[in-house]
T-cell receptor, first 117, second 110 residues
Framework: GAVVSQHPSRVICKSGTSVKIECRSL??????MFWYRQFPKKSLMLMAT?????????EQGVEKDKFLINHASLTLSTLTVTSAHPEDSSFYIC?????????????FGDGTRLSIL | AQRVTQPEKLLSVFKGAPVELKCNYS??????LFWYVQYSRQRLQLLLR??SRESIKGFTADLNKGETSFHLKKPFAQEEDSAMYYC????????????FGQGTRLTINP
């Protein structure tokens, strides 16, 4: 089946550090990947839609300069949390939708737990 | 605006009892509805989608456009069904981004 790999699974770092999270589709190509944020006991909130070869589309209220997204290939999207602060601590999840055929469902990664001290 | 509501944060039933997880949505066009499940310490995975009209692990869900609902049902709950369940909506066309409900934690008691 379609597998999405997300790395790292957990990050703990100091305030002011920039953190990069990778999302890879292992056995399929994805023109579109999605980045979500999940607060404790809350639902997944879409942050941005990552489009291969073009700029990401950010949801309202999400700072594009804070959360940099790069989708350089059909199998890799990265999310960089720049100058992270404690309020950025959260669970970040990516998903990818196969490019083949219309209406393909999204496949999710395991998520990255980010803790900013 | 797209919105998905799961009114129950927690649901607890006994093994063998019927289960129904409620999901209501708001969308002006023709939505596509999904149920995702997250078992303990595992990633979110697709359980079923309304367009396939299939039963997965004994679960079914019917899209009721009149009531704007997509409730998830199973006639006889099993202990391994204990998990977090998310209802999600995708609009037609475009990037087909998903909007998730708050989730319902289902616990099946022995």
């Amino acid at each position: 089946g379609a597998v999405v790999s997300q790395h790292p699974s957990r990050v703990i770092c100091k305030s002011g550090t920039s953190v990069k999270i990778e999302c890879r589709s292992l056995d399929f190509q994805a023109t579109t990947m999605f980045w979500y944020r999940q607060f404790p006991k809350k639902s997944l909130m879409l942050m941005a839609t990552s489009n291969e070869g073009s700029k990401a589309t950010y949801e309202q209220g999400v700072e594009k300069d804070k959360f940099l997204i790069n989708h350089a290939s059909l199998t890799l999207s990265t999310l960089t949390v720049t100058s992270a602060h404690p309020e950025d601590s959260s669970f970040y999840i990516c998903s990818a939708r196969p490019r083949t055929g219309g209406g393909q469902p999204q496949h999710f990664g395991d998520g990255t737990r980010l803790s900013i001290l | 605006a797209q919105r998905v509501t799961q009114p129950e944060k927690l649901l607890s039933v006994f093994k063998g009892a019927p289960v129904e997880l409620k999901c209501n949505y708001s969308y002006s066009g023709s939505p596509e509805l999904f149920w995702y499940v997250q078992y303990s310490r595992q990633r979110l995975q697709l359980l079923l989608r309304h367009i396939s009209r299939e039963s997965i692990k004994g679960f079914t869900a019917d899209l009721n456009k009149g009531e704007t609902s997509f409730h998830l049902k199973k006639p006889f709950a099993q202990e391994e069904d204990s998990a977090m369940y998310y209802c999600a909506l995708s609009g037609s066309g475009g990037a087909q981004k998903l909007v998730f409900g708050q989730g319902t934690r289902l616990t099946i008691n022995p």
